[in-house]
């Protein structure tokens, strides 16, 4: 990668007191994460991955990261986020499950998937901070 730059962005004190252990990865490893597909297997085969975030005006953020986890080879992708976001999301990639992010939705939503990210767009507002609590608790892999 050349120069590494990291930036905890304000979060220092707080990972410094957390029980977490931070790896960082690279494509090196993907060998090893990945077998190769069969030439048969079915998208559900390859892993469920739910999408927490896209608060007003950030849409292209959600709908980016959407994007790039099915280029990246997850099976299934499943976008929770704002209503107003799913028309545009769905028009642009309509192999995304896009659903409007409510309480029942994210409770289903974390069981159902494999893996979370959550964070794209969520921005600061009471909004994506009541998604944040539903998911702190969560014990899946995650990215915030």
């Given at each position: 990668?050349?120069?590494?730059?990291?930036?905890?962005?304000?979060?220092?004190?707080?990972?410094?007191?957390?029980?977490?252990?931070?790896?960082?990865?690279?494509?090196?490893?993907?060998?090893?994460?990945?077998?190769?597909?069969?030439?048969?297997?079915?998208?559900?085969?390859?892993?469920?991955?739910?999408?927490?975030?896209?608060?007003?005006?950030?849409?292209?953020?959600?709908?980016?990261?959407?994007?790039?986890?099915?280029r990246s080879g997850a099976g299934l992708v499943r976008v929770l986020t704002?209503?107003?976001?799913?028309?545009?999301?769905?028009?642009?990639?309509?192999?995304?499950?896009?659903?409007e992010l409510a309480t029942q939705a994210i409770e289903e939503g974390l069981?159902?998937?494999?893996?979370?990210?959550?964070?794209?767009?969520?921005?600061?507002?009471?909004?994506?901070?009541?998604?944040l609590q539903k998911a702190e608790n969560f014990r899946k892999p995650m990215?915030?």
């Amino acid at each position: 990668v050349g120069t590494l730059h990291h930036n905890a962005l304000g979060l220092e004190n707080w990972l410094a007191g957390q029980d977490t252990h931070i790896t960082r990865f690279d494509a090196s490893l993907l060998a090893q994460w990945l077998p190769p597909r069969r030439p048969t297997s079915h998208k559900g085969d390859h892993g469920r991955l739910l999408i927490i975030g896209g608060d007003h005006g950030t849409a292209g953020a959600i709908r980016m990261t959407g994007e790039a986890a099915l280029r990246s080879g997850a099976g299934l992708v499943r976008v929770l986020t704002r209503s107003e976001n799913i028309p545009p999301i769905i028009t642009a990639r309509p192999e995304l499950m896009v659903h409007e992010l409510a309480t029942q939705a994210i409770e289903e939503g974390l069981e159902w998937a494999d893996v979370v990210v959550i964070g794209p767009g969520l921005g600061q507002q009471e909004w994506g901070k009541q998604a944040l609590q539903k998911a702190e608790n969560f014990r899946k892999p995650m990215l915030w």
